[in-house]
C-alpha cells in the first residue's frame, strides 16, 4: 500500500523569508508525485510535478520541490515567502490508479 | 480542453435524506475518476476510484456508494444520510501519466 507523510501540521514563515513544507512517501515502483494548494473553500489547485528526469521541479507561482529517491521525500519550496501564498499545501503520489494524498500542511506568511 | 464539473456548490440535507452529487469531466476520454471527502479543511479521504465505466474500487466502507453511468460521469449517492456524512466533497479526474484535476467542491451538511 502506498502511502504520503506530511509531519508538519502547520509552517510558518515571514514574508521574504525562504519556505520548506515537507513530504515523505512510500510505494512499490516508480512513484508520480504531486504538490497541490487549496484555498478556503475550494477544489485543490495543481502546483507541480515529477515524474521522471531532473530531481529538481519548477512549478507555478515560483514553487519548486526537489526529488530524493534515497530519502523518499518531496519537499516543496519557494526562495522567499509572499502573504498570498498562506493556504493548505497537500503532497500526492500516484502509483497505477491510486491517487494518494498526505494528510496536508498549513502555511502561514506572515507579514 | 479538459474541464471538470461538480455540483451543487453547497447543500443542506435532512439526516435519513437521500443524496447524489454529481461529477462530469469535459475534453478527454477513458480517465480515472475519484471521490474524496475532506474533514474540517485538513486530509483528503479516498472514497471511491473508477477506472472505466461500471468499474468502482471502494476504499472505505460506509453509508456512501459511487457508479459510473458514462465515461465522464461520476455520481456520489447515499440512501440515508447521516451526520457524520458531513464534509467537502471533491471529484477528480486524471489521465496516465497526469496530475489530478479537481472540481470546486460541494460543502454538505447534515442536519
Known amino acids: 500500500a502506498q502511502s504520503v507523510a506530511q509531519p508538519e501540521d502547520q509552517v510558518n514563515v515571514a514574508e521574504g523569508n525562504p519556505l520548506t513544507v515537507k513530504c515523505t512517501y512510500s510505494?512499490?515502483?516508480?512513484?508520480?508525485l504531486f504538490w497541490y494548494v487549496q484555498y478556503p473553500n475550494r477544489g485543490l489547485q495543481f502546483l507541480l510535478k515529477?515524474?521522471?528526469?531532473?530531481?529538481l521541479v519548477k512549478g507555478s507561482y515560483g514553487f519548486e520541490a526537489e526529488f530524493n529517491k534515497s530519502q523518499t521525500s518531496f519537499h516543496l519550496k519557494k526562495p522567499s515567502a509572499l502573504v498570498s501564498d498562506s493556504a493548505l499545501y497537500f503532497c500526492?503520489?500516484?502509483?497505477?490508479?491510486?491517487?494518494?494524498f498526505g494528510g496536508g500542511t498549513r502555511l502561514m506568511v506572515k507579514p | 480542453s479538459q474541464t471538470i464539473h461538480q455540483w451543487p456548490a453547497t447543500l443542506v440535507q435532512p439526516v435519513g435524506s437521500p443524496l447524489s452529487l454529481e461529477c462530469t469531466v469535459e475534453?478527454?476520454?477513458?480517465?480515472?475518476l475519484y471521490w474524496y471527502r475532506q474533514a474540517a479543511g485538513r486530509g483528503l479521504q479516498l472514497l471511491f476510484y473508477?477506472?472505466?465505466?461500471?468499474?468502482i474500487s471502494s476504499e472505505v466502507p460506509q453509508n456512501l456508494s459511487a457508479s459510473r453511468p458514462q465515461d465522464r460521469q461520476f455520481i456520489l449517492s447515499s440512501k440515508k444520510l447521516l451526520l457524520s456524512d458531513s464534509g467537502f466533497y471533491l471529484c477528480?479526474?486524471?489521465?496516465?501519466?497526469?496530475?489530478?484535476?479537481f472540481g470546486q467542491g460541494t460543502r454538505l451538511t447534515v442536519v
Open positions: 477528480a479526474w486524471t489521465g496516465v501519466g497526469t496530475e489530478a484535476f
Open positions: 510505494v512499490s515502483g516508480n512513484p508520480y
Open positions: 515529477y515524474i521522471t528526469g531532473d530531481n
Open positions: 500526492a503520489v500516484k502509483a497505477g490508479n491510486m491517487l494518494t
Open positions: 475534453g478527454t476520454s477513458n480517465p480515472n
Open positions: 473508477s477506472v472505466g465505466i461500471g468499474q
